[in-house]
């Protein structure tokens, strides 16, 4: 009988960090069955060889290391700056995975210091992270937080030795070829132009009122579900565009407009087009989609 | 000569019919008289149009890719909000000099039998190759600063209202001066009442 092939070897090493990507990665219901192929030499939560004190004394070699939160020269973990200790690891590992917005683009953590705080590839939408002469084997798996099956989509295809394509920004096409729109159970209120007023109905589109970032953003939050069942647009709150190296916007829950006209369009499509289709889809009333699906009053 | 081919020949029926429609309004117009106009017989009419609204209806689609094509020009020209004003007065005022029919079509036809369009030309469907350049004037007009953010169809309403009655009233014969004369004050009318506070 074949021994099994050896785990391989991941070190999870966190910036500056909420720990929302930990937190994600616990909810994936195939967990268990990724830990037969992968082993983690380090990680915040889950059981693993080494604690970081005893991993900053001899910096291991590693198949993947999984970066979680942003990036900051000086910032220390156990009384390692970010700048020595992510750049040895890096150079000892395979694969690096850039895991969430802050790691990815900076996020959240970067508006407190936006000159020194950054991804380590990217630092918005420009390519000058600590890590940038590492670039080939680098993944960035954008979201606030990133699903946990994006995650094990990026470690099971590295573990079956096969080749990730990637976008611009070094996602995963596979699972960033997507807008956040495509599969949107609201795509039939889109295309008809009927508003939703508020959150959580299960009517209307939210792009016109609500700010929702759906037809812009990268991600397939509406074709591989989260926690299996749902999605924000599905719930009835709009994308807030967490994939994009754009985030956090501005004024997240309104849709900016000039004279009832939304500032951005869908992406790629040119205003001319989208206005003309948008004014004849505006001119009939679909009384089906104008009404509540289930009439608690009916 | 050289034979027309069936798309010249509908631009040409089209061209009669409108003349005819403005003039006569849409019910007094009938198919025999276009086809009089033309000097083509009904049964052939029927070739190019199968219904006298069919016909209609490709005249307002006609007029708002003329005017639609007017205004994307003045669009594109990169001049500052104020000119793109002046210069949509004076397109709009030159093509009711010049090709009256249009604009009678317009006002007295197509807006005022709305029970003829209802049917095929639903809402803004029929006009909104003119409708969407409107939208694009405004939209660049507040995203640069100069218009005042609003409702699209209150300023639509105020531009095109504005000019449609005075093109209305000249062809009433109200106006003491030639419709031209007042192009620069109308101008400056429609770009105080939209500007920036």
């Known amino acids: 009988m074949p021994s099994k092939p050896a785990k391989l070897r991941v070190i999870w090493l966190q910036g500056i960090t909420c720990n929302g990507n930990t937190h994600s990665f616990l909810n994936d219901p195939d967990l268990e069955r990724l830990l037969d192929s992968v082993a983690f030499i380090h990680h915040p939560i889950l059981p693993c060889t080494k604690t970081l004190k005893e991993l900053v004394k001899k910096l291991p070699k590693s198949d993947i290391l999984i970066f979680e939160g942003a990036y900051r020269a000086d910032f220390e973990r156990v009384g390692v700056a970010m700048e020595t200790l992510l750049s040895a690891l890096a150079s000892k590992t395979k694969h690096i995975i850039a895991l969430g917005s802050c790691a990815s683009f900076g996020g959240i953590f970067k508006e407190f210091s936006p000159e020194h705080i950054s991804g380590i590839l990217f630092d918005k939408e420009e390519e000058r992270g600590p890590l940038k002469m590492m670039r080939e084997k680098i993944i960035l798996l954008s979201g606030c937080p990133a699903h946990p099956k994006w995650l094990s989509f990026v470690i099971e295809m590295i573990v079956a030795g096969k080749r990730i394509l990637v976008d611009e920004y070094r996602r995963p096409k596979e699972l960033y070829g997507y807008l956040v729109h495509n599969g949107c159970l ?106 509540r699906l289930i009439d608690d009053n009916a | ?76 020209s990169g001049v500052g909000t ?111 009442a939209l500007k920036t506070r």
Not at chain 1, 256 to 270: C, V
Not at chain 2, 31 to 53: D, H
Not at chain 2, 172 to 190: Q, R, S, V
Request: charged share 25%.
């Open chain 2, 82 to 192: 104020q000119e793109k004003i002046e210069a949509i007065v004076h397109m709009y005022f030159r093509i009711a000099k010049d090709r009256p029919e249009t604009i009678e079509y317009f006002l007295r036809v197509y807006l005022s039998n709305r029970e003829v369009f209802q049917n095929s030309c639903e809402g803004m469907i029929c006009v909104s190759a003119f409708v969407t350049e409107m939208m694009i004037f405004f939209e660049e007009g507040v995203r640069c600063g100069e218009l005042r953010d609003q409702d699209f169809f209150s300023a639509f309403g105020l531009f095109m209202g504005y000019l449609g009655g005075m093109v209305f009233i000249n062809g009433e014969n109200i106006l003491p001066k030639p419709l031209g004369e007042y192009e620069h004050t109308i101008a400056e009318n429609i770009y105080y």
């Open chain 2, 1 to 76: 000569m050289a034979r027309l081919s069936k798309e010249e020949r509908k631009i040409s029926i089209m061209s009669k019919a409108l003349e005819l429609f403005s003039k006569e309004g849409f019910y007094q117009t009938t198919m025999p008289s276009i086809a009089e106009k033309i000097g083509m017989s009904v049964g052939n009419l029927y070739n190019y149009f199968t219904s006298k609204e069919m016909l209609a209806k490709d005249l307002i689609l006609y007029i708002a890719e003329i005017l639609g094509e007017e205004i994307r020009k003045i669009n594109e």
């Open chain 1, 186 to 291: 609201r795509n039939e209120y889109f295309e008809w132009k009927v508003d939703s007023d508020t959150f959580g109905t299960k009517e209307g589109c939210l792009f016109y009122a609500q700010g929702c970032q759906g037809p812009y953003t990268h991600g397939s939050c509406n074709k591989i579900l989260w926690n299996e069942v749902s999605s924000k647009t599905r719930a009835g709150t709009p994308c807030v565009g967490c994939t994009e190296p754009t985030f956090p916007k501005r004024d997240l829950f309104s849709t900016k407009t000039y004279m009832s006209i939304p500032a951005e369009m869908p992406l790629g499509i040119p205003k001319r087009s989208y206005l003309a289709l948008a004014g004849a889809a505006k001119s009939f009333h679909i009384k089906r989609l104008e009404e």
